[in-house]
């Protein structure tokens, strides 16, 4: 079931990168880093401006 919750969570901040800036490429990003977000109890907005800022600095 939590694999499951995941990978809305996933869909969502993949979404969420998208609405925020469109030339960013979510192939890029791993589970693993969306998956520290999801155990950190990070929103899905709160975790795509972090992954954003993680990739583009």
Request: no cysteine; glycine share 4%; charged share 20%.
């Amino acid at each position: 079931m939590r694999d499951h919750f995941f990978e809305i969570y996933k869909t969502r901040v993949f979404t969420t990168i998208l609405e925020i800036d469109r030339t960013a490429n979510p192939a890029f990003l791993g589970d693993t880093l969306i998956m520290h977000y999801f155990n950190a109890g990070y929103s899905e907005r709160s975790a795509a401006i972090a992954m954003i800022e993680v990739v583009t600095v």
